[in-house]
């Protein structure tokens, strides 16, 4: 297992959290972002993140930023207040050794502690890994939406997992 810390995130990770997140973004389909951000819209993210909308950083050891987590408003309707959905990304090149779960753990964890009740994952499908984790964490599948998105000349599915925390 990878040792390391969970932090919330700060201004001097902007770089490197685009960097992770803009892997996803130009050469895959796990997330729909078709433009890769700027390190001024990252920081902007970590910016306005807080405790009902934490973004944490996973830092190894060696001080390398491996990955962030992040909770986002679900509906902007008061009525969805108290449900979030979140998301994680990993440095591609520094997968496995429990960062993943870890970090996404403690994303939930803060969320409870912020009062929040219901957390949605939505998954780009197929992505048996991110299934892998959200279930592991106790998530459950709740929704299945066909071909709701397009990317890299592919029509996506999206599954929904739900958690109540």
Not at 50 to 78: H, I, K, N, Y
Not at 113 to 136: F, M, Q
Request: overall charge negative; charged content about 20%; proline content about 3%.
């Amino acid at each position: 297992m990878v040792e390391g810390t969970v932090r919330g995130a700060v201004a001097g990770d902007a770089a490197r959290l685009a960097e992770i997140y803009n892997h996803y973004v130009t050469t895959t389909i796990v997330t729909f972002g078709s433009e890769p951000v700027t390190v001024e819209q990252m920081a902007a993210d970590i910016a306005a993140a807080d405790e009902r909308r934490p973004l944490l950083a996973w830092e190894d050891a060696d001080g390398t930023v491996a990955g962030f987590a992040m909770a986002s408003s679900w509906q902007a309707r008061c009525a969805f207040a108290n449900t979030v959905e979140t998301t994680v990304y990993l440095d591609p090149g520094l997968l496995g050794g429990g960062r993943g779960t870890r970090l996404y753990s403690a994303l939930l964890d803060r969320l409870r502690d912020a009062g929040l009740r219901t957390v949605l994952g939505g998954i780009a499908l197929p992505n048996p890994a991110s299934i892998g984790l959200h279930e592991k964490l106790g998530f459950r599948k709740v929704a299945h939406l066909e071909r709701v998105g397009d990317k890299l000349g592919q029509q996506i599915d999206v599954g929904y997992w739900q958690i109540i925390l």
